[in-house]
């Protein structure tokens, strides 16, 4: 088993599949019997409940970087062996709270599951960076797009500057036909190559269902990629659903949800989510900056 426990799923540009890779990758490890935390550490555009069907009550993230709750408090179990912690979606209370303050939710969740995956805003900014540092590997999320590679090279750069070290790179959305490799596109950003998600319409219908693509569609093209990705990049044996499979064993679940909460996580997938919300903590580091005018 990989040494690494805690992963930063990371991308320079919205609308690529980041959550969606959160989401299938600690699916597929709770479906082989690993404990999985899923942390929605994007606080400007928190989007990672609707995609899994999750209507949290008034306790989020938002209220354990303010200090008024316990990360006990803002964790939610969504099925057998996966909790997850939303962030809020209030901009009040975004600009009441306190990045630094995940040191230790990611410290404390370390020590009670065995993977925890943090799902990180795109752009930059100081709650942006900071994952990137605290996590034990970074994994680079991007579509073979030529804009989308060219963030994900600010991506690799904050990385380094956070301190941060980077697993490799994830391409979604591939097709056979493809103008560039993925191995190409992993040449040039010199990192490792992850995995390659092939483009699959289920994916879509998946967010919008609210339920994981490993769940909703286990025999997919793209559902078998995120079992694949998940084993190469962890060491856990997941393995393929049995034939006729249409959900695990352990009984993860479609909760019901409202059409709003899937039409918003929808937007992860659909590229209409907005690159990023400008954070309205001015504390980003000078370096950061500078990596922003540099790309």
């Known amino acids: 088993m990989s040494h690494e426990t805690v992963y930063a799923i990371a991308s320079g540009k919205g609308g690529v599949g980041k959550t969606t890779t959160t989401v299938n990758l600690g699916t597929a490890l709770a479906e082989a019997g690993e404990r999985v935390a899923i942390v929605d550490t994007d606080l400007g555009m928190a989007n990672l409940a609707g995609f899994v069907s999750l209507n949290p009550d008034s306790t989020t993230l938002y209220d354990v970087l303010t200090g008024d709750a316990s990360i006990d408090d803002a964790t939610y179990r969504l099925a057998d062996n996966i909790v997850a912690v939303p962030s809020g979606t209030s901009l009040d209370d975004y600009a009441e709270t306190s990045?630094?303050?995940?040191?230790?939710?990611?410290?404390?969740?370390?020590?009670?599951?065995?993977?925890?995956?943090?799902?990180?805003?795109?752009?930059?900014?100081?709650?942006?960076?900071?994952?990137?540092?605290?996590?034990?590997?970074?994994?680079?999320?991007?579509?073979?797009?030529?804009?989308?590679?060219?963030?994900?090279?600010?991506?690799?750069?904050?990385?380094?500057?956070?301190?941060?070290?980077?697993?490799g790179i994830v391409?979604?959305?591939?097709?056979?036909?493809?103008?560039?490799?993925?191995?190409?596109?992993?040449?040039?950003?010199?990192?490792?190559?992850?995995?390659?998600?092939?483009?699959?319409?289920?994916?879509r219908e998946s967010v919008y269902a609210g339920t994981p693509l490993v769940v909703f569609e286990p025999r997919g093209p793209a559902a078998l990629a995120y079992r694949r990705l998940a084993t190469d990049l962890t060491g856990v044996e997941v393995g393929s659903p049995p034939a006729g499979d249409g959900g695990t064993s352990g009984g993860i679940e479609a909760r019901t949800a409202t059409?709003?909460?899937?039409?918003?996580?929808?937007?992860?997938?659909?590229?209409?989510?907005?690159?990023?919300?400008?954070?309205?903590?001015?504390?980003?580091?000078?370096?950061?900056?500078?990596?922003e005018t540099d790309g």
């Open 259 to 291: 059409r709003n909460q899937s039409s918003d996580a929808a937007t992860d997938e659909t590229g209409e989510n907005a690159d990023g919300l400008e954070a309205a903590h001015d504390d980003v580091s000078n370096a950061i900056t500078e990596a």
């Open 171 to 203: 391409l979604t959305r591939t097709r056979p036909d493809g103008d560039v490799s993925p191995e190409e596109i992993a040449d040039r950003l010199e990192v490792p190559l992850l995995g390659t998600i092939p483009e699959d319409p289920t994916a």
């Open 99 to 167: 990045p630094e303050g995940l040191r230790e939710v990611v410290s404390e969740l370390r020590s009670q599951f065995d993977y925890v995956f943090l799902d990180v805003g795109a752009g930059i900014s100081h709650e942006t960076v900071l994952p990137l540092g605290l996590a034990d590997a970074v994994v680079l999320v991007s579509t073979p797009e030529p804009a989308a590679v060219h963030d994900t090279r600010k991506t690799i750069e904050l990385t380094d500057r956070a301190g941060g070290e980077v697993a």
